[in-house]
């Protein structure tokens, strides 16, 4: 049984009282516990009955950090996923190359040019979350999820490629200089471009 308008708003309206912060959860829940109350409502239970039973066995906080959670390891699959993208990849090339000129270029000792590449890292996702949140970015869970997801494999990566560690095993500081210039570059372009494909999503739903 279709439940019509006004019971749905009934839904909206209850699960508008629940502790849910990002607005796309907001409607992937009422999708559930709509679907769950017209699966009820089949089995003879009345409207109000059935959207009682239904919201009894769905925890909202636990509904979204589920989501939450299953986004964010789809986020960290498709920044590894990403690698074998021929524009994501050529791009974080030219950029590497970029910032290696640069640096080689300016004289920096690498690993002043190492933490400052990882400060200059950091300061623009800072400022990306700042610019979304004025364009209110920050309420869908995909959007947030792909900044988080960058940051995650940014620590997760240089606790891997440390400067100190590289050197115990042997690679030169030059070496390791162009895997961190790499490394950054593939993630900042793999991260920004997947963001930008999440806003675009939302700019033409």
């Given at each position: 049984m279709k439940l019509n308008?006004?019971?749905?708003?009934?839904?909206?309206?209850?699960?508008?009282?629940?502790k849910v912060y990002y607005t796309n959860i907001q409607d992937e829940l009422?999708?559930?516990?709509?679907?769950?109350?017209?699966?009820?409502?089949?089995?003879?239970l009345d409207f109000r009955s059935a959207f009682d039973q239904a919201t009894q066995k769905v925890n909202p906080e636990k509904f979204q950090m589920d989501v939450l959670i299953t986004t964010h390891l789809a986020k960290m699959k498709s920044i590894f996923k990403s690698f074998m993208e021929p524009m994501i990849l050529i791009k974080s090339l030219l950029l590497a190359a970029l910032i290696m000129l640069a640096v080689n270029s300016i004289g920096l000792e690498i690993p002043?040019?190492?933490?400052?590449?990882?400060?200059?890292?950091?300061?623009?996702?800072?400022?990306?979350?700042?610019?979304?949140?004025?364009?209110?970015?920050?309420k869908n869970s995909h959007v947030v999820?792909?900044?988080?997801?960058?940051?995650?494999?940014?620590?997760?990566?240089?606790?891997?490629?440390?400067?100190?560690?590289?050197?115990?095993?042997?690679?030169?500081?030059q070496t390791i200089f162009a895997i961190n210039t790499l490394s950054i570059s593939f993630l900042f372009?793999?991260?920004?471009?997947?963001?930008?494909?999440e806003i675009h999503k939302l700019k033409t739903a």
């Open positions: 308008h006004e019971q749905l708003e009934t839904i909206r309206l209850e699960l508008s009282k629940v009422l999708d559930h516990i709509a679907s769950k109350t017209e699966q009820l409502m089949k089995e003879g002043f040019a190492i933490k400052w590449m990882k400060i200059s890292f950091i300061v623009i996702i800072a400022l990306l979350i700042v610019l979304s949140f004025r364009i209110k970015l920050l999820a792909s900044w988080n997801s960058s940051w995650l494999v940014f620590w997760l990566m240089f606790l891997i490629i440390d400067f100190d560690l590289l050197l115990k095993l042997g690679f030169t500081a372009v793999s991260g920004s471009t997947m963001t930008m494909r």
